[in-house]
């Protein structure tokens, strides 16, 4: 399996969260070529758990263009709604623990970059999915997993190696489903990684520490139009309710016990300046380095939501789209990581924790491991980037694919025994 190559083209064809209908279809080619034993739609997913889903008419597009392209019409079928989650495990010579490994695949709704000097566009693997972008190297990651999972078929270990191929991790939406869906309740050890996040290339994190729990909602604001002239008394408007809440949620004070954050960045809503808008549109999120302060902080939002429509007689529905927890990642497993690290004369530098300050579904798989008396961490992997991750010129650089592969494989090669 040639790594660049394969990361190259999931580069070019990149899909959004619960839309990776033509990458999830290969991950299981590709897992039962290599003799594993691969589950996927909603045997690792519960549909009622996901969040954001996109609309009926975009994962039908979607899964047509997969169709279009050669997709394996057989394996999407089942992932048919945009249950594209994929599981696979192997199993060892003897008996031992269950240890898995985490990898996400989706995009993000970017155009990507045209520019001469960008290496995706002068090597020809550019987007041809125009408005989508793998603008944050989960290509990289899936192309880690499927050549981490071609080596291990050669290693001989104990126990059970399971591999998570996670849909829409971007937004906090795909993790939860596969929790509720029992697929980590097995697991002794979890490893997860990304790659990047302000690490340069030959330096890796056992570790990631600052997680900011966040939940993202999504708000409708239902009122009654009218005549914004001869008749603005008869109206209830939408807009004005939306835009009450929108100020009062920015004006929420900063909590003592730690960083919390809150931004509305999509407010929309009306037809035409003489009508008294009858619906409006929110789309905001909370964060906290706390899961606790991002309860409190999300209650103390819907409680300005609420009373906001109730002000000017509005109804309010609202919808949680995205939704990260806080976790921490247990030292004997970053100690580990950073060992094997230390084999590779690639990695240089091994630091036991690195701040991701920013959320990360993961962490609902790391926490329910954790419950279940087991243990998780979440490695950072460095790579030198062409811009800031969710950037149209963001790149990575591709040494750090065998590199990671090779990683992952002592790990799992020490973990499995």
């Known amino acids: 399996m040639n790594i660049v190559?394969?990361?190259?083209?999931?580069?070019?064809?990149?899909?959004?969260?619960?839309?990776?209908?033509?990458t999830a279809t290969r991950v299981v080619e590709e897992l039962r070529?290599?003799?594993?034993?691969?589950?996927?739609?909603?045997?690792?997913?519960?549909?009622?758990?996901?969040?954001?889903?996109?609309?009926v008419e975009q994962l039908t597009v979607a899964y047509e263009r997969a169709k279009a392209e050669g997709a394996n019409e057989e394996i999407l079928a089942a992932m048919e709604g945009g249950l594209t989650g994929v599981v696979a495990t192997l199993e060892g010579g003897g008996a031992g623990p269950t240890v898995a490994f985490r990898f996400d695949m989706d995009a993000l709704p970017i155009v990507e970059s045209h520019a001469a000097d960008h290496l995706p566009q002068a090597e020809g693997?550019?987007?041809?999915?125009?408005g989508s972008m793998h603008a944050c190297g989960h290509d990289?990651?899936?192309?880690?997993?499927?050549?981490?999972?071609?080596?291990?078929?050669?290693?001989?270990?104990?126990?059970?190696?399971?591999?998570?191929?996670?849909p829409a991790e971007e937004g906090g939406r795909g993790a939860v489903s596969m929790v509720d869906k029992g697929v980590v309740d097995d697991v002794d050890k979890l490893f997860c990684f990304h790659l990047g996040l302000d690490l340069p290339i030959g330096s890796m994190s056992g570790g990631a520490t600052d997680f900011l729990a966040s939940t993202k909602l999504e708000v409708?604001?239902?009122?009654?139009?009218?005549?914004?002239?001869?008749?603005?008394?008869?109206?209830?408007?939408?807009?004005?309710?939306?835009?009450?809440?929108?100020?009062?949620?920015?004006?929420?004070?900063?909590?003592?016990?730690?960083?919390?954050?809150?931004?509305?960045?999509?407010?929309?809503?009306?037809?035409?300046?003489?009508?008294?808008?009858?619906?409006?549109k929110m789309v905001l999120e909370c964060r906290a380095a706390s899961y606790e302060d991002n309860q409190d902080l999300e209650r103390r939002v819907r409680s300005i939501l609420e009373h906001s429509a109730?002000?000017?007689?509005?109804?309010?529905?609202?919808?949680?789209?995205?939704?990260?927890?806080?976790?921490?990642?247990?030292?004997?497993?970053?100690?580990?990581?950073?060992?094997?690290?230390?084999e590779i004369p690639f990695f240089t530098e091994q630091l036991e924790s690195h701040p991701l300050g920013a959320s990360e579904d993961a962490t609902f798989l790391m926490r329910r491991v954790q419950e279940q008396e087991g243990q998780a961490t979440y490695m950072i992997i460095g790579t030198t980037i062409a811009a800031p991750h969710h950037n149209e010129k963001f790149d990575i650089d591709e040494r750090i694919l065998p590199m990671a592969v090779q990683l992952l494989e002592r790990i799992a090669r020490q973990t499995l025994r």
């Open 220 to 280: 409708r604001f239902k009122g009654v139009p009218a005549h914004a002239a001869a008749a603005p008394e008869k109206g209830k408007n939408a807009l004005l309710g939306a835009a009450t809440a929108l100020l009062n949620i920015h004006a929420l004070p900063r909590f003592s016990t730690g960083a919390t954050r809150v931004n509305v960045g999509i407010l929309e809503g009306g037809s035409a300046p003489n009508i008294v808008p009858d619906s409006a």
């Open 310 to 342: 109730e002000m000017h007689g509005l109804d309010c529905d609202i919808a949680v789209i995205g939704e990260a927890a806080t976790a921490a990642c247990d030292r004997e497993l970053v100690e580990l990581a950073m060992r094997e690290a230390k």
């Open 140 to 166: 990289g990651h899936t192309a880690i997993g499927l050549a981490f999972a071609e080596t291990m078929t050669h290693v001989n270990f104990n126990g059970t190696l399971k591999l998570i191929f996670q």
């Open 5 to 22: 190559e394969l990361r190259r083209d999931l580069h070019a064809n990149p899909e959004v969260g619960f839309t990776e209908f033509r």
């Open 125 to 130: 693997f550019r987007s041809r999915h125009e």
């Open 33 to 55: 070529r290599l003799g594993y034993k691969v589950l996927f739609g909603d045997e690792v997913m519960r549909p009622s758990s996901r969040r954001g889903v996109p609309s």
